[in-house]
């Protein structure tokens, strides 16, 4: 009996040990497959979430279309919001490559132990500058032009000269260099007389001896120190002043260039009367993925004044169509990539030196190029990449609103004529620094120069915009049952479907509308309302049939004779607030009847 019990305390001691040796592997096994599942959401939720780095925010004025294109304001917003970060950590170069990392373009993602790190230093450039001190300076990029491209041939013994201008101000070292590098690397040294870099007073140590033992080895770049911060405009007539090469070529300090970009540039600004700027492709500000953006857009403005991307217009493409490898016009340009005969860019005055830091050089210099005669357009075998940023980690000296409306105030008041009126009465904060603008010499350089109108550039230059005008009504549509025709809120400028909105008061443009004589009812940011496959929607304008209505005294029809309408008869607000819009047969419905409430437009 004892002999069996012992047998049996044996069995036993070893049935736990082989009980716990599983429950430690499982417990092993269960963490592991924790581990994977969350690196594999955290992955999804890279790809699928564009705020990339936690806390990071964009706001409503960006967003995804549906070619795959982000599509940006340009109005930034200045300052942290995060907490105040060492001296130490400011002024650290933490570049340090790892082999392979964003070689072709590709993402790059970061391990969680870095995400902290990652989040904490976003405010410094608005960018992932963890990743961006793991690519290499000298990372390859695919050749993302078209094939009508490729097949260009240019004669490079005849092509005009280069100066590469970049500014920067507290730029990061790593993005700084691989845009430095891009530029060497993809250049053919005949056509480069110089890369000047112009420091607009920045702060961070490495940008001192460190960049300057940097690139001391390369004899065609060139850095000048600003020893006061000027901003944008002033550093860049820096750097256009000390250039030797037949054509300027400005470039932000956040760029790649890819193959081939210079010689369709150089070939454009040869001819002295035109400004020309890169098809922009996208970097991403988390990832650094070089991403290849649409084929055709061109730069417009909202009607207080963002830069926009929009949709070029019929003729645009059809010309596209027929010669892909064609520069084509636009109205007005991104501002930081573009490259221009330095005759012509004195010629017409260079930049005006009253507009400090930031903000608004872009139209100025549009505007007074297409009403001074000369052209601005895109050419799309010349591709830049660009990483696009939400908010501006620079300070801007008496703040961020202080200096966006002076300069705002300068470009209205020298070039918009009449059109100045209407900004003026939209946008009482600006406005009120109007008259403390010293505008004279540039009023007087345009006098000189012979410029024509806002008005002619309106009509024969962007004739697809949304201002209103003499032939159009401008004011408010009102339902019978107390809502308004206007966009969502939630989603300026990105279209959708159309539901009734609140009224705003007649100062407030959100709630206006233009009618034109074709019928188009069009709003701010080139939308346009849309005959859909049930529900009427807001839509990108494109000269369709479908966006054509009339109006029969207090109805609003279709071209077919549809009557636009509210949804009512599932909506609990009476006023029809929120409810969809759509398009029947006509009838006494109160849904049905809009009344005209015109707001002067100046």
Request: aromatic content about 10%.
């Amino acid at each position: 009996m004892r002999l069996r019990f012992e047998h049996w305390s044996l069995l036993c001691r070893g049935r736990r040990k082989k009980i716990i040796a599983l429950i430690i592997v499982l417990i092993f096994l269960i963490n592991a497959m924790f581990y994977v599942a969350m690196t594999l959401f955290e992955r999804v939720h890279k790809r699928h979430n564009w705020n990339g780095i936690p806390g990071k925010q964009y706001d409503n004025n960006s967003y995804l279309d549906k070619n795959g294109m982000r599509v940006i304001v340009g109005h930034y917003i200045g300052g942290s919001s995060g907490r105040k970060l060492p001296e130490d950590v400011i002024n650290a170069n933490l570049y340090s490559p790892v082999p392979m990392a964003g070689e072709g373009g590709r993402p790059v993602e970061i391990y969680q132990r870095e995400l902290i790190t990652a989040k904490e230093h976003f405010s410094l450039h608005y960018y992932n500058i963890v990743v961006s001190d793991k690519i290499s300076i000298n990372r390859s990029l695919p050749d993302v032009r078209s094939k009508s491209c490729k097949d260009v041939k240019y004669d490079i013994d005849n092509l005009p000269t280069a100066t590469v201008i970049i500014v920067f101000h507290n730029e990061a070292w790593s993005t700084l260099m691989r845009t430095v590098m891009s530029v060497i690397r993809r250049s053919r040294d005949s056509l480069v007389k110089q890369i000047i870099l112009v420091d607009d007073a920045s702060e961070r140590a490495y940008l001192g001896k460190e960049l300057e033992d940097a690139i001391i080895d390369f004899k065609q770049v060139h850095l000048l120190r600003n020893p006061k911060r000027t901003g944008l405009v002033g550093a860049r007539l820096l750097g256009a002043k000390a250039a030797s090469g037949d054509v300027l070529v400005f470039l932000d300090a956040h760029c790649e260039v890819t193959e081939g970009w210079l010689e369709p540039l150089l070939e454009r600004a040869g001819s002295d009367d035109v400004f020309v700027c890169p098809h922009i492709d996208l970097i991403s500000e988390d990832t650094f993925a070089y991403t290849k953006s649409v084929d055709a857009h061109w730069g417009a403005f909202s009607w207080r004044l963002h830069f926009r991307w929009l949709a070029p217009s019929k003729e645009v493409m059809d010309a596209k169509l027929k010669d892909p490898a064609k520069p084509y016009p636009t109205p007005t340009m991104a501002g930081g990539l573009f490259a221009v005969r330095k005759s012509l860019f004195w010629r017409l005055g260079g930049y005006d030196e009253g507009m400090v830091i930031w903000g608004s050089e872009n139209l100025e210099l549009s505007w007074r190029a297409w009403q001074c005669g000369a052209r601005v357009e895109i050419t799309s075998c010349s591709r830049v990449g660009h990483i696009f940023r939400k908010h501006s980690p620079y300070s801007y000296p008496g703040g961020v609103q202080r200096v966006l409306n002076n300069n705002l105030a300068r470009v209205v008041s020298v070039w918009m004529d009449e059109y100045a009126d209407f900004f003026y009465k939209f946008n009482p904060h600006v406005a009120a620094v109007r008259d403390d603008r010293r505008v004279a010499a540039r009023v007087e350089l345009r006098k000189n120069l012979g410029c024509k109108s806002f008005k002619w550039y309106l009509d024969n230059i962007w004739p697809q915009h949304f201002f209103p005008s003499e032939d159009r009504w401008f004011g408010r549509i009102k339902n019978d049952l107390g809502a308004c025709l206007a966009p969502n809120a939630s989603v300026p400028g990105v279209g959708g479907a159309a539901s009734a909105q609140p009224c705003h008061p007649d100062d407030q443009l959100e709630g206006l509308v233009v009618f034109t004589p074709k019928g188009s009812i069009m709003v701010d940011v080139g939308l346009c309302l849309e005959k859909g496959n049930g529900r009427v929607v807001w839509r990108f304008c494109n000269e369709n049939h479908r966006q054509y209505w009339e109006q029969k005294g207090p109805r609003i029809k279709t071209l077919t004779g549809l009557c636009l309408t509210l949804v009512t008869n599932k909506h609990p607000d009476p006023s029809g607030i929120g409810a969809p819009l759509t398009t029947v047969r006509c009838s006494d419905d109160p849904a049905q009847i809009w009344h005209f409430e015109r707001v002067p437009w100046r």
